[in-house]
């Protein structure tokens, strides 16, 4: 029932900036956490930075004061502010939702932007 879609990705050169936006949609349960996933060439999904309803972050060390993770709740909208990137960013970025119901987590995805850094 809920749609994730995610816009903002592209290539960029590196120590460049680029934010990425996921706007969701349909029935959504008040209490949620918001996440940003990536996934580099070769590479396992990983998790870049989760944000809960009340504003709670939790980012990835290796994106830990370089990236901001926003949502504006009104909009039902999540941000990945991604600043001084490194062309080990570069991936597939996913967007995701955990709704936290009582019997369990729901998750819900993206179909994912890509992010290209690269002189």
């Known amino acids: 029932q809920v749609q994730l879609v995610e816009s903002g990705g592209g290539l960029v050169q590196p120590g460049g900036s680029l934010r990425l936006s996921c706007a969701a949609s349909g029935s959504i349960f008040r209490i949620n956490v918001m996440g940003w996933f990536r996934q580099a060439p070769g590479r396992e999904r990983e998790l870049v930075a989760t944000?809960?309803?009340?504003?709670?972050?939790n980012y990835a060390d290796s994106v830990k004061g370089r990236f901001t993770i926003s949502r504006d709740n009104a909009k039902n909208t999540v941000y990945l502010q991604m600043n001084s990137l490194k062309p080990e960013d570069t991936g597939v970025y996913y967007c995701n939702l955990r709704e936290l119901r009582l019997g369990g987590g729901i998750d819900y995805w993206g179909k994912g932007t890509l992010v290209t850094v690269s002189s």
């Open positions: 944000i809960t309803s009340r504003d709670q972050t």
